[in-house]
């Protein structure tokens, strides 16, 4: 157990240490919701949808989560390269403590991550719904980080080296985020996309923050928890049979 | 026999770095284990550590195989490595606890041991500096520092000393001695300073392209060679010729293989 928490711990400080990093990571949400929230929002409005930046928030807030997720879950890579991934490796703890502590870390890291967007957009007109909701937002921020800390952990497992990593964001992360929902509504897309929407699970986190901050989901919060849960549950099973696999 | 190894063998692709190697190690035996860069040392420390998979062979290490029973093997032995395995972002003094939470040092005694080797290794004034700001030195001290704050059946020290003053190795190799003295510590390690191993070894073994060349006590391998010292020994038994001038093909291959950020 407290193997678990040391690791949780270390994630905590690194993340806390890194200050320049938590200001640069904050750039890329904020410019969407300015440039998207407040762009698009004329022709959103007369196509009847509503308060775009309304609709746009919980995206914003889904993609830093998924981006601090993913990423402190690759970085067992910088581990790796640096040498404390041996310190881990060969310690007489059991992989899966190892791994879940570090990957609740991370998960916090990016919770706190998307915390601080939410606030944000709080300043620039976003409004909540109903604030009592915001503590099931909470869980939800907390199962879609959880989820994709551990995608990044089972990714960096197999990966060997840091030249692999651009091919990770363009061709994983990138996709993942645009063909989630965040940007746009799920209702009259073409078959395809619907389906490879549909397939992510990154939509069903959107969905969940967009029912629990504003009221409108397409999948029903019940729906978004099970999938999420699932998918949890198979990458866990996933990440620590890679990660107890991997040599240093 | 705490350390059994028979037939060992382990290749990068084509290369072989471990050349079917044998051997055994007693409990409470101080074992130095000498070789030329790139004949191996670090390969076969890290498959008898669970860190690396041998490609054959058989590996026994305080009664567990590294390879189907790591958790049980992982028990028995505490490592300090060539290169760095800290975390550069935590200080001194975070390292030493993770690792002693790691290692299930208890929680009461965890402070004080960390005090006295922190002390030992005279970073105790820099303990709330990150790892980044250190010099090389003082990272290495660090490495040992943490490597010795449990006291495992087996320590296995890949060139511990590398890059130390004179004093500090002395130091050190005090305080291991005493630990192998007073607890019956099996010490298997490298180093390119021979005289420690003159100094401390009860027997060494030299190693030579991923080969056992000669393996005996300090005075028996003196004598086979007719030398008085045992570098002179070392450099008789493993030529004289530096590896990465030779020109042969395996030569080549370490030398490339080294350059070439393999380190992964
Ligand atoms: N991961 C790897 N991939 C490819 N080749 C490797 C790898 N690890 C080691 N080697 C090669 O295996 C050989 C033995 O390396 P090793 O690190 O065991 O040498 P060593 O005896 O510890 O040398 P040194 O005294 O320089 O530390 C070298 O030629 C090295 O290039
Ligand atoms: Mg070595």
Redesign the pocket.
């Known amino acids: 157990m407290e193997t678990i928490y040391i690791l949780w711990l270390r994630q905590i400080k690194k993340y806390w240490r890194s200050k320049a990093r938590i200001v640069g990571s904050l750039g890329q949400p904020l410019l969407f919701m300015i440039a998207f929230g407040f762009g698009f929002g004329e022709i959103y409005k007369k196509a009847g949808g509503g308060n775009y930046l309304e609709f746009l928030v919980p995206g914003v807030i889904a993609m830093s989560i998924l981006f601090t997720a993913v990423f402190s879950g690759l970085e067992i890579i910088w581990d790796r390269q640096f040498g404390f991934l041996k310190e881990m490796l060969v310690a007489p703890v059991s992989r899966l403590q190892i791994m879940v502590g570090r990957c609740l870390g991370g998960a916090t890291v990016a919770v706190i991550q998307g915390l601080i967007v939410l606030i944000i957009s709080l300043a620039i007109g976003f409004r909540v719904t109903n604030w009592w909701l915001v503590i099931v937002t909470l869980v939800f921020m907390f199962m879609i980080a959880f989820l994709f800390t551990l995608f990044g952990t089972a990714i960096a497992s197999v990966l060997k080296d840091v030249q692999g990593f651009q091919l990770i964001v363009n061709f994983l992360i990138m996709p993942l985020f645009f063909l989630s929902g965040a940007f746009f509504p799920l209702t009259g897309l073409p078959r395809a996309l619907s389906i490879t929407v549909q397939a992510n699970p990154l939509s069903y986190g959107v969905d969940a923050l967009r029912g629990t901050l504003i009221g409108l989901t397409q999948f029903g919060l019940m729906t978004d928890f099970l999938v999420l849960l699932g998918v949890i549950i198979l990458l866990l099973t996933a990440a620590s049979y890679l990660f107890s696999r991997i040599e240093a | 026999m705490i350390i059994e190894v028979k037939n060992l063998i382990k290749k ?2 084509d ?1 072989t ?2 050349d079917n190697i044998s051997f055994t190690v007693k409990d409470g035996e101080i074992l130095a284990f000498l ?10 420390i890290k498959m008898l550590t669970t860190v690396l998979k041998p490609t054959s062979g058989e590996i026994k290490i305080g009664g567990y195989n590294p390879v189907t029973q790591k958790d049980k093997a992982r028990h028995s032995f505490g490592i300090v490595f ?1 290169d760095s395995s800290v975390d550069d972002d935590l200080t001194a003094y975070e390292n030493m606890y993770l690792h002693a939470v790691l290692y299930g040092l208890l929680r009461s005694k965890r402070a004080e041991k960390i005090q006295q080797l922190l002390e030992f290794v005279e970073l105790w004034d820099r303990r709330r500096e990150l790892v980044k700001t250190f010099s090389g030195g003082m990272k290495r001290r660090l490495e040992i520092a943490k490597g010795l704050l449990h006291h495992p059946k087996i320590l296995f020290l ?2 511990p000393t590398q890059g130390l003053d004179p004093q500090t190795r002395n130091h050190i190799w005090e305080y291991i001695k005493k630990m192998n003295v007073e607890e019956k510590m099996t010490v298997f390690f ?1 180093t ?1 300073y021979i005289e420690e191993a003159e100094k401390v070894a009860d027997r060494v073994f030299i ?1 030579d392209q ?1 080969q056992i060349v000669a393996m005996g006590t300090p005075d028996e391998l003196k004598q086979q060679t007719s030398k008085d010292n045992l570098e002179d020994a070392f450099i008789e038994l493993t030529g004289h010729i530096i590896r990465d001038e030779k020109a042969d093909g395996a030569g080549f ?2 030398q490339a ?2 350059m070439g950020g ?3």
Not at chain 2, 35 to 44: E, F, L, R, V, W
């Open positions: 990068f692709k290369f770095a471990v070789g030329p860069n790139g004949a191996g040392k670090t390969t076969t060539q890949d060139e490298t390119h190693v991923g291959m370490r293989g080294r393999w380190r992964r």
